[in-house]
């Protein structure tokens, strides 16, 4: 059972490269987000998916658009890199319908991202 | 806004120890709080939570209790392992919505 997969798990980009990062789940969730995890800062919600075909910004959208392609996949493209995306980012999905609240969110092992 | 505040360590325990990691919230009303647990080179996996006050959630071993009068989910264990060492988020969800907010973590080591 893979749950929630990334990929790749490691990453490095110059400056001004472009890069799609990818997340798929296996779970039929309904629900994707977008993290990324800084030291001493926690995990920061960038984007996410309430259900396939929406998206909404979190708390750190800028430099990054995501795409809901379908239920299972949703990803994050830096269409420009810069050294302040340098980052792990997590890719996580939970079950959200009528009546069904405080589900937990599963996540993937991360993407580790240097920008030189 | 919603907040979460915790203790950023890193702390050092000896195997068999008391563990207690404070987490406070700010929140309007009455959010579910939530731990959860990243192992070394993992992504995150929920420990435990709480979605109303007085409620106490447990798993292997870990307690936390949501204190309504003091806005507080401190996490605790009786005697940690050495396979306890990670790092701890405390996070919150407030009005329906999905969308965690999180403390900023803390780094436990637990040595044999």
């Known amino acids: 059972n893979a749950g929630v997969t990334q990929t790749p798990k490691f990453q490095v980009l110059k400056t001004g490269q472009s890069m799609t990062l990818q997340c798929a789940q296996d779970?039929?969730?309904?629900?994707m987000y977008w993290y990324r995890q800084d030291p001493g800062m926690g995990l920061r919600l960038i984007y996410y998916?309430?259900?396939?075909?929406?998206?909404d910004k979190g708390e750190v959208p800028n430099g990054y658009n995501v795409s809901r392609l379908n239920k299972r996949e949703f990803s994050l493209r830096l269409e420009s890199a810069a050294p302040s995306q340098t980052s792990v980012y997590f890719c996580?999905?939970?079950?959200?319908?009528?009546?069904?609240?405080?589900?937990?969110?599963?996540f993937g092992d991360g993407t580790r991202l240097s920008i030189l | 806004g919603n907040s979460v505040t915790q203790m950023e360590g890193p702390v050092t325990l000896s195997e068999e120890a008391f563990l207690t990691i404070n987490c406070t919230y700010t929140?309007?009303?009455?959010?579910?709080l939530f731990w959860y647990v990243q192992y070394p080179g993992e992504g995150l996996q929920l420990l435990l939570k709480?979605?109303?006050?007085?409620d106490k959630g447990s798993n292997k071993g870990f307690e936390a209790t949501y204190r309504k009068e003091t806005t507080s989910f401190h996490l605790e264990k009786g005697s940690v392992q050495v396979s306890d060492s990670a790092v701890y988020f405390c996070a919150l969800t407030k009005g329906g919505s999905e969308k965690l907010v999180f403390g900023k973590g803390m780094k436990l080591t637990v040595n044999p």
């Open positions: 998916s309430a259900s396939e075909g929406t998206t």
């Open positions: 709480a979605t109303k006050a007085d």
């Open positions: 929140a309007t009303g009455y959010p579910s």
């Open positions: 779970m039929n969730h309904n629900s």
């Open positions: 996580a999905s939970s079950e959200t319908r009528q009546g069904l609240s405080n589900q937990p969110q599963h």
